[in-house]
């Protein structure tokens, strides 16, 4: 019987994946020294957790308002046709739209909901129309507009 995922770690691959979760540049060195290991089993150990698909990149946080993106949407998406090519190609068309920042295939109301950012809301309007209308299947949009943002990360609980 194959072990739960978390199971098939031990403390300190937890503490690994913990680490760089909070600083993705430490250096193996630095990780090697927080751990109270020295810098080959640490190494042996980052390499194992990137083969075995627990690390799947490592990519910078970036401020999306120091960049100009000042608005957040949440869209439901929502398709008459579930079968056929048309969520395929929809699913296809979202992976090359750089706004889109995640879509989810979800069960209730809608079918997908995706997180979306631009500019402003004129910018959101102008991509509802020109992307969001297009992309293949999609009968109905409703949006809800974040009014200001609590919490937003990407790091998982792993303890």
Avoid at 7 to 25: N, S
Wanted: some cysteine.
């Amino acid at each position: 019987m194959a072990k739960e995922p978390l199971q098939a770690l031990d403390k300190t691959d937890l503490r690994i994946l913990e680490l760089l979760q909070k600083e993705g540049r430490l250096s193996n060195a630095r990780l090697a020294e927080q751990l109270h290991l020295s810098e080959t089993p640490v190494w042996r150990r980052l390499r194992r957790l990137e083969d075995e698909g627990y690390i799947t990149g490592y990519q910078a946080n970036l401020d999306r308002r120091k960049l100009g993106y000042g608005l957040i949407a949440f869209v439901q998406i929502n398709f008459a046709n579930h079968t056929g090519e048309q969520p395929a190609q929809f699913e296809r068309a979202i992976q090359s739209i750089p706004e889109i920042v995640s879509c989810h295939n979800v069960s209730g109301e809608a079918d997908y909901y995706l997180q979306v950012v631009t500019r402003d809301l004129e910018a959101y309007g102008e991509f509802v129309t020109h992307v969001l209308r297009k992309l293949p299947g999609v009968t109905s949009i409703r949006s809800s507009l974040s009014m200001r943002e609590i919490k937003s990360t990407s790091a998982l609980p792993v303890s």
